[in-house]
């Protein structure tokens, strides 16, 4: 997967060139056992209660928090922490591609800034333009889309530094 930021200064986080998405790693969905990832301790309801700085980005979900700063490009693992501890995001949608076959990475980032942006207001309360928070997301590469990968996860931050709590319908 691919993460980009959608502030106009992009805080160590990068968009990946298409050369780049295009020699990523294939075969994502057997990443883990090459790249040491692995799963955050979840509760009966799905949330992260204890975290892993090495969290296999293909076991992410909505409402996980995640110290990702300075992530960039194509990333394999991301370290998550519960929501109560200090965190650089927090992931509040998941959007799922259709089609077999990859659309190119333009398309890809096209799709996931139109429904990052679309959902961003049903979640923080606020529409994007109004906010003080910003949206950034991660998105299947050509390699991890070979692996079945079809999955977009959007993410809001605060550029002026970490986040305690959840950030839904923070209103601001």
């Keep these: 997967m691919t993460i980009?930021?959608?502030a106009p200064w992009t805080r160590a986080l990068a968009i990946a060139s298409i050369a780049t998405a295009a020699v990523a790693l294939s075969g994502c969905s057997i990443l883990e056992q090459f790249t040491g990832g692995g799963n955050a301790t979840r509760d009966d309801s799905g949330e992260?209660?204890?975290g892993n700085d090495n969290t296999d980005v293909f076991?992410?979900?909505v409402g996980d928090c995640l110290n990702d700063a300075?992530?960039?490009e194509t990333v394999e693992t991301i370290p998550t922490v519960p929501c109560a501890e200090p965190h650089?995001?927090?992931i509040y949608a998941s959007i799922i591609l259709e089609g077999d076959t990859f659309p190119g990475s333009e398309a890809v980032i096209a799709e996931?800034?139109?429904a990052c942006l679309e959902a961003f207001p049903g979640f923080a309360g606020i529409e994007y333009a109004d906010s003080q928070y910003y949206y950034s997301y991660y998105f299947p590469t050509e390699g991890s889309w070979a692996g079945g990968d079809r999955e977009i996860l959007c993410t809001i931050y605060d550029e002026a530094g970490?986040?305690?709590g959840s950030l839904?319908?923070?209103g601001r």
Excluded: G, H, P
């Design 4 to 6: 980009v930021s959608s």
């Design 48 to 50: 992260v209660v204890e």
């Design 59 to 61: 076991t992410l979900q």
């Design 70 to 72: 300075t992530a960039s």
């Design 88 to 90: 650089d995001s927090e």
């Design 112 to 114: 996931a800034d139109a």
């Design 162 to 164: 970490q986040v305690t």
């Design 168 to 170: 839904e319908n923070i």
